[in-house]
C-alpha cells in the first residue's frame, strides 16, 4: 500500500484570525443560529427545532439534528466545568461563575454583561419559539434525573427524565467553518471479496468533504482537529451516502501546512447493500461484509490529494492571514500574494 501526495494539486492553507469578544450573538448558517461569543457555543435560532418530549428522546433529537448542513448539535450544559454543582446564576455570583450554567448565562446575561438582562420569552432577541415552559440540559444529575432550566423564571431544577420538556439545540463553538477539507481519491483496486454498496465497478475518483472549525493549536504551530471540529461531512461511495454518519476524525496539519496524518470513518445506517460500520481511512480503505453475499471485502484507493481552503469568518474587523503551501511528503512550503491580502509564509 503506498501513500503519495500530488503537489501540484494539493493546496493547504491555514486561516489566521484576530478576533476579539464582543459580548454579542453574531447571526450564522443564515440566520438559523446564533454564535454567543462569551461562551463560545453556537445556539440554534429557532428553540423549538426538535420539540418537546423525554430526556433521552431530545439527545436522540440533537444527534440526528441537521442545521444547514451542519450537525454535532447537543442539549445545553449546566454544568461546564463538570464539578458536579450548578450555578444558579444568582445576584452577586458574577458572570463569570454563570458561564458554568450555559442556560444560566443566556437567561441572565444573554449577549450582554449585565445581570438579568438577558433572553426570556418576553425578549427573546433574536430566537424564536422561546417559551416559558421548562428546557432540558444534557446535565445528568443521576442514571434517572437530568438538570432542567426555566428560561421564563431562570429557576434550576433536577427532574425524572421521563418528563416532557423542550430541547433547545446548542454546537460547540462557532459554527461558522474555518475551512473545508476536500479529500480525492484514484487508482482503485479491489484487494479481495465482492462489489457491494450496489456498484457494478469501483467509483473511478472519489471525493470526501469536510467543513472544519479551527481546530486546537497542538504546539510549534501545528493545529489538531478532532471528530467535534468537524461542522459537515459528505461521501457519496455508491448507495452510501453523507452527512451524518461520521463516527471518528482525526486531523493532524504542521506548521508547514502539510497533513501530516487524517483518518477518519464513517458508520451509515443499515441499508439492503450496506452493513456498517463502514471504515474508511488515508489512504483510502473501504472494508466491511458485504450483505447479499456475506463475504467480507476491501479495496483501496492507492493515491490521495487533500486541498484545504480557508473560509472568510463574517466579521468586518476581522484580519485574515492566509498561508498557502504546496503539500508535499518533503513539506515543501511557499509565500504568495492574493488578491492584495498580505500572505505570510509559516
Ligand atoms: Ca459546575
Known amino acids: 500500500m503506498t501513500w503519495r501526495f500530488v503537489p501540484a494539486a494539493a493546496l493547504m492553507a491555514i486561516l489566521l484570525t484576530s478576533l476579539s469578544t ?4 453574531h447571526s450564522r448558517l443564515g440566520g438559523q443560529a446564533y454564535y454567543d461569543d462569551q461562551l463560545d457555543i453556537t445556539w440554534a435560532t429557532n428553540t423549538n427545532h426538535i420539540s418537546f418530549g423525554t430526556w433521552s428522546s431530545r439527545v436522540a433529537g440533537m444527534s440526528a439534528l441537521v442545521i444547514d448542513g451542519v450537525s454535532g448539535w ?3 450544559n449546566m454544568d461546564v466545568n463538570g464539578d458536579g454543582t450548578v450555578e444558579g446564576c444568582s445576584f452577586g455570583s458574577g458572570q463569570a461563575a454563570c458561564s458554568d450554567n450555559e442556560f444560566g448565562h443566556m437567561h441572565f446575561y444573554g449577549a450582554g454583561t449585565a445581570w438579568n438582562n438577558g433572553i426570556v420569552p418576553g425578549n427573546p432577541g433574536p430566537f424564536t419559539s422561546l417559551t416559558i415552559f421548562t428546557y432540558w440540559s444534557n446535565t445528568l444529575l443521576d442514571s434517572t434525573t437530568a438538570y432542567a432550566f426555566s428560561m421564563s423564571n431562570g429557576l434550576v431544577g433536577a427532574a425524572d427524565i421521563g418528563n416532557i420538556f423542550g430541547g433547545w439545540a446548542v454546537h460547540d463553538g462557532d459554527v461558522n467553518p474555518s475551512s473545508i477539507v476536500d479529500v480525492t481519491y484514484d487508482s482503485p483496486v479491489i484487494d479481495f471479496g465482492p462489489l457491494s454498496f450496489g456498484l457494478t465497478e469501483l467509483p473511478a475518483a472519489p471525493e470526501v468533504t469536510f467543513s472544519l472549525n479551527a481546530g486546537t493549536p497542538a504546539g510549534g504551530g501545528a493545529t489538531s482537529y478532532g471528530l467535534g471540529d468537524v461542522l459537515s461531512a459528505d461521501i457519496i461511495f455508491g448507495d452510501v451516502i453523507g452527512p451524518n454518519h461520521l463516527t471518528a476524525f482525526a486531523m493532524e496539519v504542521d ?5 501530516t496524518a487524517l483518518s477518519y470513518s464513517f458508520s451509515p445506517i443499515d441499508t439492503a447493500t450496506v452493513q456498517g460500520p463502514v471504515i474508511l481511512n488515508f489512504p483510502f480503505t473501504v472494508t466491511g461484509t458485504d450483505i447479499a453475499s456475506g463475504q467480507a471485502f476491501s479495496y483501496t484507493y492507492a493515491n490521495s490529494d487533500v486541498t484545504i481552503t480557508p473560509v472568510p469568518i463574517p466579521e468586518p474587523t476581522s484580519l485574515l492571514l492566509l498561508a498557502v503551501c ?8 511557499r509565500a504568495r500574494r492574493l488578491g492584495g491580502d498580505e500572505i505570510h509564509s509559516v
Open 74 to 76: 447537543r442539549l445545553p
Open 326 to 333: 504546496g503539500v508535499s511528503l518533503v513539506g515543501r512550503c
Open 255 to 259: 506548521a508547514g501546512g502539510v497533513t
Open 22 to 25: 464582543h459580548a454579542a450573538l
